[in-house]
């Protein structure tokens, strides 16, 4: 089995900054990508950051492009999320995602459908 638990999460002051980590465990044998996505009250789950595995390729949303940075450790199977310049619309409970296991055709990483391992979701307050 996996299991992904994220980290970090926390109340920050507008313009201020937050760190998120993500470990996967157990069998990660075949992780082709990590995402992080974030649902605040009311709203759909959104995408906002997303890595490859092997070749690092980064993907972001547009409202995060700039302020948050996405990276991974693979021998950690861990993913980080540096968050900048936070936003009172940044508040929500993001989550972390892993795409492990084999898949066919052609995926969207930024589509949660393309993730079939989820965290349980890291509270990310930014006051207004």
């Known amino acids: 089995q996996v299991q992904v638990v994220e980290s970090g999460g926390g109340l920050v002051q507008a313009g201020g900054s937050l760190r998120l980590s993500c470990a996967a465990s157990g069998r990660t044998f075949g992780t082709y990508a990590m995402g992080w996505f974030r649902q605040a009250p009311g709203k759909e789950r959104e995408f906002v950051a997303a890595v490859g595995w092997s070749a690092g390729n980064a993907y972001y949303a547009d409202p995060v492009k700039g302020r948050f940075t996405i990276s991974r450790d693979n021998a950690k199977n861990t993913v980080y999320l540096q968050m900048n310049s936070l936003k009172p619309e940044d508040t929500a409970v993001y989550y972390c995602?892993?795409?492990?296991?084999?898949?066919?055709?052609?995926?969207?990483?930024?589509?949660?459908?393309?993730?079939?391992?989820w965290g349980q979701g890291t509270q990310v307050t930014v006051p207004s």
């Open positions: 995602a892993a795409r492990i296991g084999s898949y066919s055709g052609t995926v969207n990483w930024t589509d949660r459908k393309a993730y079939n391992y």
